[in-house]
């Protein structure tokens, strides 16, 4: 069986398709909320310096700390952005995946395994399991495995 995923040079991706979501790497949502828990605190006098701290740390995070784009849904395939070689990415179509696994890691960053249908084990670290899996749910046909650890 022939598998046209692969894979690729970043600027090597096919030109004009249509991006149907994105999962960045930055949580805009907790950073917003420590930022505001941040607030809150400063203003209690036994938990100033904390609040002041965690007001720092979510204002830094917010402002300087990049959000780089880690996987990218379209109507034919789906791009996994590789963080350890920034100008490199893995396209899988939908139709060459046989099956996934969604793995939920305590101490770890998530991993997404997908198998093509040339038995072929692929794992992407993942950072939105709700996003991820309800797109995959949507475009592959076959059979999905969700482990909880």
Same mark, same amino acid.
């Given at each position: 069986?022939?598998? /046209?995923?692969?894979?690729?040079? #970043?600027? &090597? ?14 949580? %805009?949502?907790?950073? #917003? ?8 605190? %400063? ?23 990049? &959000? ?7 109507? !034919?395939?789906? %791009?996994?952005?590789?963080?350890? =070689? !920034?100008?490199? #990415?893995?396209?899988? $179509? $939908? ?17 997404? !395994?997908?198998?093509?249908?040339? !038995? /072929? ?13 309800? &797109?995959? &749910?949507? =475009?592959?046909?076959? =059979? ?6």
């Amino acid at each position: 069986m022939k598998i /046209k995923s692969n894979r690729f040079k #970043c600027r &090597n991706l096919p030109k004009n398709y249509d991006v149907k979501a994105v999962v960045k790497s930055k949580p %805009i949502f907790m950073m #917003c909320l420590a930022l505001a828990l941040g607030i809150v605190l %400063i203003f209690m006098k036994s938990y100033m310096f904390v609040g002041i701290l965690l007001l720092g740390m979510a204002l830094f995070g917010l402002i300087f700390s990049k &959000n780089p784009v880690t996987v990218e849904f379209s109507d !034919q395939f789906v %791009i996994f952005y590789l963080d350890d =070689h !920034q100008e490199d #990415c893995y396209l899988v $179509y $939908y139709e060459d995946i046989d099956r996934y696994e969604y793995k939920r890691k305590v101490f770890d960053t998530d991993v997404l !395994q997908i198998v093509l249908k040339n !038995q /072929k084990v692929l794992e992407f670290k993942s950072l939105d399991k709700k996003k991820v899996t309800k &797109n995959l &749910n949507q =475009h592959v046909k076959s =059979h999905v495995i969700d482990d909880e650890e």
